[in-house]
């Protein structure tokens, strides 16, 4: 099974449209994760998203929106798509609060192209 | 303001050759620190370093972290060309609001020629 799955893998879409980005984690993890990845490999962290709390980079513009239906889930709707979106987008998970630390496990990642 | 600060940003040496990476980090309430290989998709976990002077070993690939100068390095030793891939820093730290957060370098992309 797959620790952290992301849906679509690849996503063209034109600038205006609204799309969305699903992420769901089997690890039973309390915190998830969403990151860009720009052309030159820069992860650049979004949001980061517990049971009790939305962190947000304050450089992400308000189009970008996560929703958590559950703690497995943590989906990201883009409203309005601009060609600067346009990049691969990784869902991430991690359970830092328990006793042993534990790594983020990634999912594959999900490639926009704005066209 | 970067938080976590990789060096250098690219690198292309010899098969056989050894590679040293850095990280410098700098974050409150500071967790960990850890290290991913990125190939073609999503980034592969390598090690977690909580405890400065203490070396984590994987085969080739070794890491230590020093966090009295907060910053933590990557060995890689006979190099090979599968060894190539953007190598990403990340410090685990705790913000303000109590949340954890994951903060990542901007890798250093490593090509090994033979």
């Known amino acids: 099974d797959t620790a952290v799955s992301q849906t679509p893998k690849y996503l063209v879409t034109q600038m205006g449209n609204d799309k969305s980005i699903k992420c769901e984690q089997n690890l039973g993890h309390d915190t998830m994760y969403w990151y860009k990845q720009d052309s030159k490999k820069f992860l650049k962290i979004m949001f980061s998203?517990?049971?009790?709390?939305?962190?947000i980079n304050e450089t992400v513009p308000n189009r970008f929106s996560p929703k958590s239906p559950d703690k497995a889930h943590l989906n990201l709707h883009i409203n309005s798509l601009e060609l600067g979106d346009s990049a691969v987008y990784f869902c991430?998970?991690?359970?830092?609060?328990?006793?042993?630390?534990?790594?983020?496990?990634f999912g594959q990642g999900t490639r926009l192209t704005v066209v | 303001e970067d938080k976590v600060v990789q060096s250098p940003l690219s690198l292309v040496v010899h098969e056989g050759d050894t590679v040293t990476l850095n990280c410098s980090y700098e974050?409150?309430?500071?967790?960990?620190l850890l290290w991913y290989k990125q190939e073609k998709k999503a980034p592969t976990f390598l090690f977690m370093l909580t405890s400065s002077g203490i070396e984590k070993k994987s085969g080739r690939l070794s890491s230590i972290l020093d966090k009295k100068e907060l910053f933590s390095i990557l060995n890689i030793t006979a190099t090979q060309t599968g060894d190539s891939a953007v190598y990403l820093c990340g410090a685990g730290w705790y913000s303000g609001a109590g949340s954890y957060q994951l903060t990542f370098g901007k890798g250093t992309k490593l090509s090994v020629i033979p």
């Open positions: 991430a998970s991690s359970q830092p609060r328990t006793a042993m630390n534990t790594e983020a496990f």
């Open positions: 974050v409150t309430n500071f967790r960990s």
């Open positions: 998203y517990n049971n009790k709390e939305l962190i």
